[in-house]
């Protein structure tokens, strides 16, 4: 019997030894690709002219690729949409931020107050096969919500119209834009529905803009801005702080520069 336990126990051993020498080593994905320093995605809303004589241009001169969050009911996206579907060839995402624009606030048009539940999963619904038929795209589609608002209907029915709204959201998206504290995103803290911008942009020169992002650089987070008007439409920033801004990024390539979808992809893959 001992004769046995002995043997026993050596083949244990052996067995051990055999198995640490053929297990697969610990995989760690780095935190951004090729290890880089942060992440940052340079955002535009509404689908506005000055995007497209503007935003397209300093992007391509260089070599950069961003996000436009499209409302297809707006002009701009009916009357030019071959120059769209240029900038998605070029590289960029094009995305939905609803048909109309609704909005809770008053001086904007249609007030979202106004809407019934079926009405604004349409301007969702709509927007998102618009978008996919004319891109001849199946990859998926990120949103962003209209004024930041996350609700829409009555105030008595804010609090089941938000959930109707992150329920219609998740159908038509795999990701999407909110407003946020002016805080850096952290990959490890991620609600892939209401992932933060840095803030408001308006006015904001290149130093104040870089300014914004150097705390995700420092902590290797991801960095997303929200612009709207550049050179002209509203809520604008001049042409010269968006070059000077895209000039830094172009030079620094430790910083990864992406759309908003690739970003949130990445981290999503990397988990």
């Not at 336990?5 to 053929?22: E, G, H, I, K, P």
């Not at 995989?27 to 995605?41: E, N």
């Not at 990701?175 to 002016?182: C, E, L, N």
Request: charged share 15%; net charge negative.
């Amino acid at each position: 019997m001992k004769t046995i336990a002995a043997y026993a126990l050596s083949f244990a051993s052996l067995c051990a030894v055999a198995s640490a020498q053929n297990s697969s080593p610990a995989v760690t994905v780095a935190r951004w690709p090729q290890d880089r320093l942060a992440a940052i995605s340079l955002t535009f809303d509404d689908g506005i002219n000055t995007h497209l004589d503007f935003v397209g241009p300093i992007l391509k001169k260089h070599h950069l690729n961003a996000t436009f969050f499209v409302a297809t009911g707006m002009g701009p996206w009916e009357k030019r949409k071959p120059e769209w579907k240029q900038l998605a060839l070029d590289g960029n995402e094009l995305a939905n931020h609803t048909v109309h624009h609704p909005c809770l606030l008053e001086q904007i048009t249609p007030h979202s107050q106004d809407y019934t539940p079926a009405m604004f999963e349409a301007e969702i619904r709509d927007a998102a096969l618009d978008l996919a038929t004319t891109l001849n795209s199946s990859r998926g589609l990120t949103f962003a919500y209209p004024c930041g608002n996350m609700s829409f209907g009555k105030p008595q029915d804010e609090v089941a119209n938000a959930a109707l709204y992150l329920c219609y959201v998740s159908e038509y998206a795999f990701a999407a834009r909110a407003v946020g504290s002016g805080a850096p995103v952290n990959p490890d803290d991620l609600n892939v529905l209401a992932v933060g911008d840095l803030g408001p942009t308006a006015g904001k020169g290149f130093p104040a803009l870089l300014a914004q992002a150097e705390p995700a650089f420092a902590s290797h987070n991801w960095v997303v801005f929200c612009f709207h008007g550049v050179g002209g439409d509203w809520l604008a920033i001049t042409p010269e702080a968006l070059d000077e801004l895209a000039a830094y990024l172009e030079r620094h390539p430790d910083i990864w520069t992406a759309p908003f979808g690739d970003v949130v992809r990445y981290m999503q893959e990397r988990k």
